[in-house]
Nanobody, 123 residues
Framework: QVQLVESGGGLVQPGRSLRLSCAHS????????IGWFRQAPGKQREGVAC????????YYADSMKGRFTISKDNAKNMVYLQMDSLQPGDTAVYYC????????????????WGQGTQVTVSS
């Protein structure tokens, strides 16, 4: 059983930063990568970033490179998403995910999903 619990969402002004946290539990045999998706109102879910639980290899969606940073703490079973220079277009529900499918550098799908945390970027 894989459990993913997000925290850290909220309302933030444009240009500011926010850090999301994900507490994950379950046998690592269930997943090799863990990361984040997001879904904005009226849009499809999109992969944001993911990281290998073994070798720290990371993947980012092109639009997030340079602004978002994914990291992990294996000892605490935590994954983090540092989001800088947030813009209104980043407003979405952010989901922690595990067992991520990455093809050609694109984050395409995930086998396990958390409940999501709302991030709203507005002045």
């Amino acid at each position: 059983q894989v459990q993913l619990v997000e925290s850290g969402g909220g309302l933030v002004q444009p240009g500011r930063s926010l850090r999301l946290s994900c507490a994950h539990s379950g046998s690592r045999l269930h997943y090799y990568t863990i990361g984040w998706f997001r879904q904005a109102p009226g849009k499809q879910r999109e992969g944001v970033a993911c990281i290998s639980t073994y070798d720290d290899k990371t993947y980012y969606a092109d639009s997030m490179k340079g602004r978002f940073t994914i990291s992990k703490d294996n000892a605490k079973n935590m994954v983090y998403l540092q989001m800088d220079s947030l813009q209104p277009g980043d407003t979405a529900v952010y989901y922690c995910v595990a067992d991520v499918t990455v093809i050609g550098g694109r984050i395409l799908a995930a086998g396990y999903w958390g409940q999501g945390t709302q991030v709203t970027v507005s002045s």
